[in-house]
C-alpha cells in the first residue's frame, strides 16, 4: 500500500510503470513455457498413443504413464491460467498507478494496491502450480524420483517465502535498523 501511495502522490508514475512492466514480462515469459510444455507434451502424447508408451519407470507401472502425462498437462494448463491471470491484474494496475489522487478520478491508492496484490497472487500460486508440475514430471520416472524433487523444493520454498521481519533486522550489528526494500 505504501509503495502504491508513495507512487501515486508524489507522481512517480514512470518508476511505478516500468515495476510492473517488468512484472507483466516475467508473467508472460513463464506463461509461455507453461503453454509451451502444455504443447510438448499433448504432441507427444498423440504421436505416441497411450499404449505405445515407452516405459520410463524403474519400478513396476501402478499408474499408466498417459495418465501422469495427463496430470502434467494439467498442472500446467492451471499454471498458465494464474500467469495469465497475474498478466491482466499487472495490465490494469499499470493503468491506474498513472493516475493521480485526486477526487476527480475516483481512485484510491488502496483500489491499485489490491488490483497489483491480485496478480501478485495469481503469480505466486501460478509459480506453485509449476512446482507442482515440475514434481510430476518427476512421477513419471517413478515415485522415488518425485520424492527426491519435492524433497529438494521444500527447503527451497521455505527460505525463499519466509523473508526477515523488516523492524527485527538489524544493519551488522550497529544498532541502526535496516531499511528493506
Excluded at 489522487?101 to 496478480?119: F, H, K, P, Q, S
Aim: hydrophobic content about 50%; some cysteine.
Amino acid at each position: 500500500l505504501k509503495w502504491c501511495q508513495v507512487i501515486m502522490s508524489e507522481r512517480r508514475d514512470i518508476v511505478g510503470v516500468q515495476t510492473l512492466r517488468n512484472q507483466m514480462m516475467s508473467s508472460s515469459l513463464v506463461s509461455t513455457v507453461s503453454i509451451t510444455i502444455i504443447a510438448l507434451v499433448a504432441a507427444f502424447l498423440v504421436n505416441l498413443g497411450t499404449s505405445k508408451l515407452p516405459h520410463l519407470s524403474l519400478a513396476p507401472e501402478v499408474i499408466p504413464i498417459g495418465h501422469k502425462m495427463f496430470v502434467v498437462i494439467i498442472c500446467f494448463i492451471i499454471a498458465f491460467f494464474c500467469f495469465m491471470q497475474s498478466l491482466r491484474a499487472y495490465n490494469h494496475g499499470s493503468y491506474l498507478i498513472g493516475l493521480p489522487l485526486e477526487a476527480e478520478y475516483y481512485v484510491t491508492a488502496d483500489y491499485v494496491c489490491t488490483i497489483l496484490n491480485r496478480g501478485a497472487d495469481y503469480y505466486t500460486l501460478g509459480s506453485r502450480f509449476f512446482y507442482l508440475a515440475l514434481i510430476t514430471l518427476m512421477w513419471l520416472f517413478g515415485s522415488i524420483p518425485a520424492a527426491v524433487m519435492v524433497l529438494c523444493l521444500l527447503p527451497v520454498l521455505h527460505r525463499s517465502d519466509r523473508a526477515p521481519h523488516p523492524h527485527l533486522h538489524h544493519n551488522h550489528g550497529r544498532g541502526k535498523r535496516a531499511v528493506s526494500a
